[in-house]
């Protein structure tokens, strides 16, 4: 039903793009409900990467206002995650894996989201996640849908963290004329 009702706010669900896409800022909208010890995160942007059909690897960034840095190297404050997503879109309960800061993925399981997130005293979460984390995504022809919700303790159970997001963008006239992933931006 998730997977659905953004599919039909989305043009072109359903049919992905063969071509790497990079969608910034102006071109997404994000709803963030997250929240780290009962405080909500300050992530209020999102940038979202599409690898293409060699590889099917969608990338999705939430950003910080006035942070800076890249698909490759995220602002520390920055949460970023990588799931494989077949033709059709996917929509699953997903293992969390670990997405080291540095590069992107050149594979993600068919069963696993990668994330890239550390929480003060727990360290990654794609390294502390023990349960599965809700995952919906669906990539377009230029566009994506792409939401998570997790949640958990970590540091010994002194922290915990609850919530999710939800993510849709869909490029803008004269949007896409960047499709680098290595290019730092500062987020407005």
């Known amino acids: 039903m998730r997977a ?6 989305l043009a072109g669900c359903g049919v992905q793009s063969n071509d790497p896409f990079l969608l910034e800022t102006s071109d997404c909208s994000l709803v963030n409900n997250f929240q780290i ?5 300050a ?7 599409w690898a293409g059909s060699a590889s099917n690897i969608l990338t999705v960034e939430l950003t910080q206002p006035g942070s800076t840095g890249s698909f490759i190297a995220p602002a520390a404050s920055w949460i970023r995650a990588s799931v494989y997503v077949p ?13 080291p800061a540095g590069s992107l993925p050149t594979s993600v399981g068919a069963t696993q989201i990668a994330l890239d997130f550390s929480i003060t005293n727990c360290g990654n979460l794609g390294e502390t996640q023990t349960t599965p984390v809700e995952t919906m995504a669906d990539v377009g022809d230029s566009s994506v849908s792409f939401s998570i919700k997790l949640s958990g303790s970590c540091g010994g159970g ?7 997001f939800l993510v849709s963008a869909a490029a803008q006239a004269g949007s896409m004329t960047n499709t680098d992933p290595a290019t730092v931006v500062t987020t407005p």
């Open 43 to 49: 992530w209020t942007d999102c940038r979202l990467y």
């Open 87 to 99: 033709g059709g879109g996917l929509n699953g309960d997903l293992a969390a894996a670990p997405l």
């Open 37 to 41: 010890d009962g405080v909500a995160t």
């Open 4 to 9: 659905g009702l953004l599919c039909i706010a």
């Open 158 to 164: 002194l922290r915990q963290y609850t919530g999710g």
